[in-house]
């Protein structure tokens, strides 16, 4: 199936002890590219979370926000710096007897002194707290995804849509192609007549010169390699794998046909179709460009 690379996805619940937040968006790239927001503390999920997302995306700029609150105690360990806590006390201590102050140091003041004090909690279970953000993260992944199916449908129901009205131009080029040679003839004897009057010419020179400009001017390769690239855009749009890249490299393709008929052209009406055709063939470009 067909994806876009444009999608969103939004999850938020409470697993255990821990509130989360998840959000996904991507945007059009011609690679993988990952940019992620994640709470102090939880920066080892980085590495998961790109590899999970990788695993079901191929192509596309994502932008991650991850957030893990822990709703349970605290908890940790309180650890005092008595080397620090010490130094303060004599500090203080100095102060009170060279100035003669009233107060000595107190323990409320000594607490003041936040870098007296430091809390060291556990690690935490990387295991437990990457299966609680994935409770959340996956189903708003898999809305993410669905949305890139969604826009996908719409993208191939506009690329088909515009390969069926360029292979009804391509169906009027061949109708009038004939009438370029048979015009170039009656051209050329036209010509030969009017130079020779009632005098007889070489019948056999003038159909040897025409299917010299026959070969030049015939378009039947160009049309058919044409019409072999929009069966495999068809088959290309059903597949399940990432095809943009394929897709793009087809469509450069089916431009080189269409401008190779516009050299070879010596028709007005068919110099007017392969504008119509390079035009349609343009805009299938630019729908490509956001195809996973």
Not at 5 to 30: A, L, P, Q
Not at 165 to 181: A, F, G, Q, Y
Not at 262 to 274: E, F, H, M, P, R
Request: proline content about 2%; charged content about 30%.
């Amino acid at each position: 199936m067909l994806r876009s690379m444009t999608g969103y996805g939004r999850g938020e619940g409470t697993v255990g002890d821990r509130h989360i937040v998840f959000e996904v968006k991507s945007v059009n790239h011609k690679y993988f590219e990952l940019n992620s927001r994640i709470t102090r503390g939880c920066l080892y999920l980085e590495d998961k979370l790109k590899a999970y997302l990788h695993q079901r995306v191929s192509r596309g700029k994502l932008d991650v926000f991850l957030q893990v609150e822990n709703l349970g105690e605290a908890g940790g360990e309180v650890q005092v710096n008595h080397s620090l806590a010490s130094g303060y006390y004599q500090a203080l201590s100095e102060l009170q007897e060279r100035y003669r102050l009233p107060d000595g140091p107190t323990l409320a003041l000594l607490s003041r002194y936040q870098d007296v004090f430091s809390i060291h909690k556990a690690p935490d279970d990387e295991d437990a707290v990457w299966q609680a953000v994935l409770d959340v993260a996956a189903p708003a992944i898999d809305s993410f995804l669905q949305m890139r199916e969604t826009e996908g449908v719409r993208l191939k129901t506009d690329i088909m849509k515009k390969a069926l009205n360029i292979l009804s131009l391509v169906d009027k080029v061949e109708e009038l192609s004939p009438n370029t040679v048979k015009a170039y003839r009656e051209r050329l004897q036209a010509k030969i007549q009017e130079m020779l009057g009632d005098s007889r010419f070489d019948e056999q020179r003038v159909l040897t010169e025409v299917a010299v400009f026959a070969d030049k001017v015939a378009i039947d390769e160009e049309t058919v390699r044409l019409r072999s690239h929009f069966a495999q855009l068809e088959k290309l749009m059903e597949s399940s794998e990432s095809v943009g890249r394929k897709i793009d490299f087809l469509v450069q393709e089916m431009n080189r046909e269409a401008n190779t008929i516009g050299s070879k052209s010596q028709n007005t009406d068919i110099a007017y179709l392969v504008v119509e055709i390079k035009s349609e063939i343009e805009k299938i470009r630019e729908q490509v460009q956001n195809v996973e």
